[in-house]
C-alpha cells in the first residue's frame, strides 16, 4: 500500500484540523473502541491514544479524505499491537490486591445484583449486542464499521488493509454467523419461524 505524501501544516492548521475533522468522531470511535475490547477504561486508553497518534502524524492526513476512517485505521491498528502485546505477557498477580481483599469486610459480603442489569438482560437489544459481542473480533469489525458506522467496502479495506474481496466475505459470513446465534434465540423464546 503507498504512503499518501506528507503535508506541512502550520500549528494553527493541525489545531483546526483536529478540532473540525477529528474531534468530531470522537463518540464513533469510543463505540468502535468498546466494542473491540468490551471494557470502558480500555476503550477509553484506546481513544485516548488514537487521538495522540492521530495529532502526532497529523502530516500523513491527507485533508478532504476520510477522516473518520483515518482514525479508524489507526484504533484498530492500535488494538491490534497492544492485543499482540498482552497475548505475549505471562499473567500478573498483585498480591498485595489479593491479601488485602481477603483481609477487608468484604469477603465475607453477600454480593447483591445490579436490579438494572437483572431487569434489562432479557431485551432484544441486550440479545443484539451480545450475539455481535460474541463473535469473533474480526468479523465483529467488520459488522461495527459497515452496518454500525456506515463505511463503504472501499474504506473498509484501507482500515482493515485487506484486500475489498475479503471484506466482502468476511462481512457476508459475519452476517450469517450473527442471523445463526439470534435465530437459535428465537428459538429458545418460543418464536416458530426464523428464517429471514
Known amino acids: 500500500?503507498?504512503?499518501?505524501?506528507?503535508?506541512?501544516?502550520?500549528?494553527?492548521?493541525?489545531?483546526?484540523?483536529?478540532?473540525?475533522?477529528?474531534?468530531?468522531?470522537?463518540?464513533?470511535?469510543?463505540?468502535?473502541?468498546?466494542?473491540?475490547?468490551?471494557?470502558?477504561?480500555?476503550?477509553?486508553?484506546?481513544?485516548?491514544?488514537?487521538?495522540?497518534?492521530?495529532?502526532?502524524?497529523?502530516?500523513?492526513?491527507?485533508?478532504?479524505?476520510n477522516a473518520k476512517a483515518w482514525l479508524f485505521r489507526i484504533l484498530k491498528n492500535s488494538f491490534i499491537n497492544d492485543y499482540r502485546k498482552k497475548t505475549k505477557e505471562p499473567s500478573k498477580v498483585d498480591y498485595q490486591e489479593?491479601?488485602?481483599?481477603?483481609?477487608?469486610?468484604e469477603v465475607d459480603r453477600q454480593i447483591t445484583p445490579d436490579l438494572r442489569?437483572?431487569?434489562?438482560?432479557?431485551?432484544?437489544?441486550?440479545e443484539i449486542s451480545n450475539a455481535l459481542n460474541s463473535l469473533d473480533v474480526d468479523f465483529r469489525t467488520v459488522i461495527i464499521l459497515c452496518d454500525l458506522e456506515g463505511f463503504k467496502y472501499e474504506e473498509m479495506?484501507?482500515?482493515?488493509?485487506?484486500?475489498?474481496?475479503?471484506?466482502?466475505?468476511?462481512?457476508?459470513?459475519a452476517r450469517n454467523l450473527l442471523k445463526e446465534k439470534l435465530s437459535q434465540h428465537?428459538?429458545?423464546?418460543?418464536y416458530k419461524n426464523t428464517e429471514l
Open 1 to 65: 500500500m503507498e504512503e499518501a505524501p506528507k503535508q506541512s501544516y502550520t500549528p494553527t492548521e493541525k489545531n483546526d484540523i483536529f478540532n473540525n475533522e477529528f474531534l468530531p468522531h470522537i463518540n464513533s470511535m469510543y463505540n468502535f473502541g468498546y466494542r473491540l475490547t468490551f471494557d470502558q477504561d480500555d476503550a477509553k486508553d484506546l481513544v485516548q491514544d488514537t487521538y495522540l497518534k492521530a495529532y502526532r502524524f497529523i502530516e500523513s492526513f491527507q485533508q478532504g479524505t
Open 157 to 173: 479495506a484501507k482500515i482493515l488493509d485487506i484486500p475489498i474481496g475479503t471484506v466482502r466475505s468476511r462481512l457476508h459470513r
Open 186 to 190: 428465537a428459538k429458545s423464546m418460543g
Open 98 to 105: 489479593v491479601e488485602t481483599y481477603y483481609n477487608s469486610e
Open 117 to 126: 442489569v437483572e431487569s434489562l438482560k432479557d431485551m432484544i437489544g441486550d
